[in-house]
């Protein structure tokens, strides 16, 4: 059984003793001018983790406006899994 919210993943044995946890998000996502960040988690059936944050970067001049349609795209993620003891292995950050 395990355990996710935005931050962290967390897993139990059937007791309810705590296994394994670990900070998952990647952080720096947020709202402002000139940039557009999304958030993306996933655990699949073989329970492979992978999470990511997704960047675009936009040229803006003061006010935020933007002023090309140029964009620079920047993925900071990390890959990792849950072994079958419950315990949570993943990879430092990288970017692509």
Known sequence: ????????????????ERIDSKTIAIGDCG????FEC????????QLNLYTANNFI????DEEGEEMSELEKREVIY????????????????QKK
Do not use: S, V
Not at 31 to 34: H, I, K, N
């Open 1 to 16: 059984m395990f355990f996710a919210n935005i931050n962290y993943l967390t897993t139990y044995k059937l007791n309810g």
């Open 31 to 34: 709202e402002g001018p000139c």
């Open 38 to 45: 999304t958030e993306l988690t996933e655990i699949d059936q």
């Open 57 to 60: 970067y936009y040229d803006c």
């Open 78 to 93: 990390r890959k990792g899994r849950l072994t079958k003891d419950g315990l949570i292995e993943l990879t430092a950050e």
